[in-house]
């Protein structure tokens, strides 16, 4: 950072602070969660941690952007009150203090309830008459899937369909299909058609797979996975199907408690088709 000094009192005061090199205001350290579940706090704090010279007092302004919009979230000017504007508006606790210096007290924003639309960029700026800083970080506000459901469909006497959708799930989320619900050996079903579409509440995805019944084992596991990317999310529902078994354009819905070991949904699939092997269908999804 450069130092621009304006009159000969300021360059005498700065004169110690050239020698180990012009400092200036500096941001130590930008505190933003990366993520967090829509609705699960009453609060979140975002902390600007700066160092500033003393004479930089003067001049010291404290401004937050959100997604890197020209136009500040939040203004704080030592010895007044902070300002919330824009999408904040209303949205933070302006008693808030990060510490006791009266330069830095309000730094930090704390927003009440956080909610989806805050997902985004956060930028600190921290200014004075001769320098300024700024530091960025990304915050997601998910939402989880309020519905999820996997199917499959006979198209034709020897190809199955299978697909999987959710809805209300927010940031854009991804939806991957896979055979075999051992992690070691399953695989990625590359036919594989995606759609994502924007709801009145989030997002909604569906994916949909058509296979020929010959390029499939006896009996076959289906996983869909649902995740949203740069977040721990996620959910797993698994169908089995059994090729040969299905009559023309047939239509699978079964529903088991989500969890349940493989080996006992086998073992009961196996008692359905025994007692009734004319009705030749099974879905199971967890």
């Known amino acids: 950072m450069a130092c621009r000094p304006t009159s000969p009192l300021l360059t005498l005061a700065l004169m110690a602070a050239s020698i180990m090199g012009c400092r200036g205001v500096h941001i130590v350290d930008l505190v933003v969660p ?9 609060s979140v704090v975002l902390d600007c941690v700066y160092r500033y010279e003393n004479y930089e007092q003067e001049g010291l302004v404290v401004k937050w952007f959100w997604n890197h919009e020209p136009e500040a979230v939040y203004q704080w000017i030592p010895g007044k009150r902070p300002e919330a504007m824009g999408l904040l508006k209303g949205r933070v606790n302006l008693d808030f ?3 006791r210096d009266q330069y830095t007290m309000h730094r930090a924003l704390e927003i009440m309830h956080p909610t989806t639309e805050l997902t985004g960029f956060f930028t600190c700026r921290v200014s004075s008459f001769y320098d300024e800083e700024f530091a960025s970080k990304k915050m997601i506000v998910y939402a989880p899937a309020t519905s ?3 199917s499959y469909l006979k198209p034709t006497p020897g190809s199955v369909n299978i697909s999987c959708q959710a809805h209300g799930i927010f940031p854009k989320p991804r939806l991957r299909l896979y055979r075999d619900a051992n992690k070691r050996t399953r695989s990625s079903v590359k036919e594989t058609e995606v759609e994502v579409v924007e709801e009145q509440e989030g997002f909604g995805i569906y994916l949909q797979s058509v296979l020929e019944d010959r390029t499939l084992r006896h009996e076959t596991i289906f996983e869909c ?7 721990e999310y996620q959910v797993r529902h698994k169908i ?5 078994y299905n009559t023309f354009g047939r239509y699978g819905g079964a529903t088991v408690v989500s969890g349940a070991p493989l080996h006992l949904l086998l073992l009961f699939s196996l008692l359905l ?3 009734s092997p004319a009705d030749g269908e099974l879905v199971l999804l967890t």
């Open 273 to 275: 088709l025994l007692v």
């Open 225 to 231: 996975l649902l995740s949203i990317p740069e977040t």
């Open 97 to 99: 203090s990060a510490d």
């Open 34 to 42: 990366d993520v967090i579940q829509n609705g699960s706090r009453s």
């Open 240 to 244: 089995i199907y059994f090729p040969g």
């Open 148 to 150: 999820m459901n996997m």
